[in-house]
């Protein structure tokens, strides 16, 4: 009897291992597929296994939604825009079917700060979508939220609320909520609702611009050769030498300061147009403490750019539009003063549109706040120390 008896319980657990099975071989196949699409990259590796892994992972229904959503990573763009496909795929089969999708878990996937910026705001999509009270009850608590997507909803909706709001105070709210803001327009948006309520704020130390620095310019890009040439500004310790330039031209440094509230250095007119040709700029940021930043460019054109002598960043192209901070150098301040080098290369289109030379240089933190930093100037052979962004009384750029 007790011989039967182990029997039958040997064939329990392998039932139970067989009605098992099918259940670990989809799983195994779900983790294959995420980890061929978390593999896919810009440059094209991994498409070939892309195609056949999305499948795999669509048909998975329900069960695959969280672990396409915890495969998203900030730094690979090309992977996520395969998963955030999958997902709405899944999403779409769930309700086709009338299931709902798992509230709680979607909520707490946004609220965790650890997960990927992109992810947790398709995650909120899909949980607003499916449950209207969350935005209410989400949004206050993003803007300081380290997702640009969130913060900039988050904004929009606190905007929204202060322009219906009545009380007397909606000018100090106001400007709590500027602190928060990110995004060029609702920066200067908010900027100039303070404004007409009486208030004022700095759109360029909001933005931490630089507007002071140190020019040198041009140098020979004939054929495109400038951008990778180390020209002697690069290795430059300070701004007293001379050098030969574009047709052996002698040049010297120049102080230059913008009064742009966006931070534009405008080359053609501070230093001439020219074509095939390099320009350097030359910053001084001074922190009080070492401080991990972020040195964005705004340029049409060429740039590198150089943080005490490290090169930190660069992209060779040409006239292609001008996104707001699409050239970032990450890097951490040292206490004192830091020297800023920006390389700007311009080529030889001919269309009027190809004319424009020039750059915004902003040093900020990860979320593209402003940081507690300081600017050194020079005004009349001169050195001062301003805030960083701090724009002088005249209307007009100042050499």
């Known amino acids: 009897m007790q011989r039967w008896t182990c029997i039958a319980a040997t064939l329990a657990l392998l039932g139970a291992a067989l009605a098992l ?15 061929a699409l978390k593999a896919i990259t810009k ?22 939604l969280l672990p396409a959503l915890e495969a998203f990573d900030d730094n ?5 825009n395969w998963l955030r496909t999958a997902v709405d795929a899944i999403a779409e089969g769930e ?8 509230a709680d878990k979607l909520e707490a996937f946004v609220k965790d700060t650890k997960n990927a910026a992109n992810a947790r705001l398709v995650a909120y999509e899909l949980l607003v979508g499916q449950d209207a009270a969350a935005k209410e009850r989400l949004l206050p608590g993003f803007l300081d939220d380290k997702s640009p997507d969130l913060r ?18 909606v000018r100090a709210d106001l400007e709590k909520l500027f602190a928060f803001t990110r995004d060029q327009d609702q920066v200067e948006s908010l900027a100039k609702k303070i404004e007409e309520k009486g208030g004022k704020v700095s759109v360029s130390e909001h933005f931490g611009f630089v507007t002071h620095a140190a020019l040198i310019g041009p140098f020979d890009s004939t054929a495109g050769k400038g951008f990778d040439t180390v020209y002697p500004p690069e290795s430059a310790k300070d701004t007293e030498g001379k050098f030969k330039g574009k047709e052996d031209k002698e040049l010297k440094w120049g102080a230059f300061t913008t009064t742009d509230k966006s931070g534009t250095f405008n080359l053609n007119k501070m230093l001439a147009a020219h074509k095939d040709a390099v320009t350097y700029a030359r910053a001084i940021v001074v922190a009080g403490a070492e401080t991990p930043a ?25 006239h292609h539009g ?8 990450k890097a951490t301040l040292q206490k004192g003063e830091n020297v800023i080098l920006l390389k700007v290369c311009q080529n030889n289109q001919r269309e009027d549109w190809a004319q424009v030379w020039q750059f915004q240089m902003r040093v900020c933190d990860a979320t593209g706040g402003p940081l507690p930093l300081e600017q050194k100037i020079t005004v009349d052979g001169k050195s001062q120390t301003h805030k960083l962004g701090w724009l002088p009384e005249s209307k007009e750029e100042k050499k």
């Open 43 to 64: 440059e094209g590796r991994g498409n070939e296994d892309a195609g056949p892994a999305w499948k795999t992972l669509v048909s998975r229904g329900g069960t695959a």
């Open 294 to 318: 972020e040195i964005r460019v705004t340029s049409p054109t060429a740039v590198q750019i150089f943080l005490n002598g490290k090169k930190l960043f660069a992209r060779e192209e040409y």
């Open 21 to 35: 099975a099918p259940a670990r071989a989809a799983d195994d196949d779900m983790t294959r597929a995420l980890t």
């Open 95 to 102: 309700k086709a079917a009338n299931r709902q999708l798992p």
């Open 322 to 329: 001008a996104p707001f901070d699409a050239n970032i150098g």
């Open 76 to 80: 690979n763009p090309t992977a996520a």
């Open 152 to 169: 900039r909803d988050a904004v929009g909706h606190q905007l929204d609320i202060l322009e219906k709001s009545t009380r007397a105070n």
